[in-house]
């Protein structure tokens, strides 16, 4: 019982500390880390870390909530990933979904053959060299079940972000304020979908 006690005020501490860094006056917090760096004189750097810090924490947490809840389905996320990549291109070759997942061939054989073995994908030789991939009843069937949770795991993880950020009125500015030039274009709907959490979750 004490030691549950220690590892939680630990914890608070922990989530005390990161929430100051977050929201306070983060290029004070951040200044001697940038003696060196290259954009040290970037008068948006330091919205560019908080940014990352909020995204990299949603990502962190996204990232657990996925591999915790494959292990229900008995996959692991490389499985998972594998079986959605052929599920979204059919006939997909070997060859190709190694380059498209970044693996080399021999992984992306390995890989395939496990979902072959649990029925979840087929392959189908097509000459001597090359064989088709594709997707079986079952193989659908769960992707459609996990993606139809996936949904509350997302919503899940970005309310750990809001909380913490709620936490501060001036996080409400800053999602909002972020745009294209700060943030880029490949994270900015993550940014207007925290921002309209937020949003909601101080409405009365």
């Given at each position: ?8 005020n ?15 006056d983060?290029?004070?917090?951040i ?19 908080r ?23 008995e ?6 990933t ?25 992984t992306?054989?390995?890989?395939t ?9 087929s ?8 064989s088709a991939?594709n ?18 795991i ?9 909380d ?10 800053w999602l ?6 700060l ?17 909601k979750?101080?409405?009365?």
């Open positions: 019982m004490k030691q549950k006690r220690t590892n939680r630990k914890r608070a501490k922990t989530k005390t500390k990161r929430q100051k860094l977050l929201q306070g983060l290029y004070k917090s200044r001697p880390l940038l003696n060196n760096h290259p954009c040290k004189d970037d008068p948006l750097l330091a919205e560019r870390w940014l990352w810090m909020y995204l990299r924490r949603l990502y962190h947490t996204l990232d657990v909530a996925f591999e915790k809840e494959l292990k229900g389905f996959l692991t996320p490389a499985q998972f594998a079986l959605l990549t052929v599920i979204t291109i059919k006939g997909l070759s070997m060859s190709d979904l190694a380059e498209l997942c970044l693996w080399n061939r021999s992306a054989s390995r890989i053959h496990s979902l072959k073995n649990k029925d979840l994908i392959i189908t030789p097509v000459d001597g060299k090359t991939l997707a079986t009843t079952k193989g659908n069937q769960l992707a459609n079940h996990y993606l139809i949770k996936e949904e509350d997302f919503k899940h993880s970005v309310a750990i972000v809001t913490e950020a709620l936490e501060n009125s001036s996080a409400y500015n909002r304020n972020s745009n294209e030039q943030v880029g274009k490949d994270v900015t709907d993550y940014v207007e979908c925290i921002y309209e959490s937020i949003k979750a101080s409405s009365p």
